[in-house]
């Protein structure tokens, strides 16, 4: 059972665009919602997280929006890089990370 | 990555042979996780522990099983391998509860193949 979607399932931009990946979730009990960036050969690392009290989170030139009536939350990666380069994970997690849910990842390629 | 380290980084193996992977952390976490990574499925979760005796099942731990030997170390094993266990394994650990002072800290995984 699918309780984290996330899309795009790839996605290509430009170098100094901005690339947007969405998850949306249905378990209102999640409370706690981390990105996870993986590059190949390695294993994913927290990017940036949010929890359902707060709307927007930025961190440098990444940004999480959240929409908690929508039950939707999504990635905003500003001015992206060639080296953004990599798969990354949207995640929902209830009471500790042995309930973490994760979406089935985007792979971002950013072209020069 | 260096803080948790995991043992082999690739490994083949037949089906029906029993096989262990070797998860060791520097972390100072009680929690450690085993997740497995298959192509559109994300990580899925199969065995976690809060400390030494404490293990518990996670989403998909049918054909595996784990060991606690220490704070430090958690195994997996498959007691007989099948080859739709061919996946990428990967270990992490954590303290306790979620946010900002108790990020989940991932190995490089083991890529296994099944055959």
């Known amino acids: 059972q699918q309780q984290v979607k996330q899309s795009p399932q790839s996605l290509i931009v430009q170098k100094g665009g901005i690339s947007i990946i969405n998850c949306a979730y249905e378990n209102t009990a999640f409370d706690y919602f981390p990105w996870y960036q993986q590059f190949p050969g390695k294993g994913p690392a927290l990017l940036i997280a949010?929890?359902?009290?707060?709307s927007e989170k930025k961190e440098g030139r990444f940004t999480i929006s959240f929409n908690k009536s929508a039950k939707q939350f999504s990635l905003h990666i500003m001015d992206s890089q060639p080296g953004d380069s990599a798969t990354y994970f949207c995640?929902?997690?209830?009471?500790?990370?042995?309930?973490?849910?994760f979406g089935t990842g985007t792979k971002l390629q950013v072209i020069p | 990555d260096a803080d948790v380290t995991q043992t082999p980084r690739n490994r083949i193996t037949k089906t029906g042979k029993r096989i262990m992977l070797e998860c060791s952390q520097t972390k100072g976490h009680d929690r450690m996780y085993w997740y497995r990574q298959d192509p559109g499925l994300g990580l899925r979760l199969i065995y976690y522990?809060?400390?030494?005796?404490?293990?518990n099942k996670g989403e998909i731990s049918d054909g595996y099983s784990v060991s606690r030997q220490a704070q430090a170390k958690f195994s997996l094993s498959l007691e007989s391998a099948i080859p739709n266990q061919t996946a990428l394994y990967f270990c992490a650990t954590s303290g306790a509860g979620t946010g900002s002072r108790e990020t989940q800290y991932f190995g490089p995984g083991t890529r296994l193949l099944v055959l």
């Open positions: 522990s809060f400390d030494v005796k404490d293990i």
């Open positions: 995640a929902a997690a209830s009471g500790g990370y042995q309930k973490v849910t």
């Open positions: 949010i929890r359902p009290d707060v």
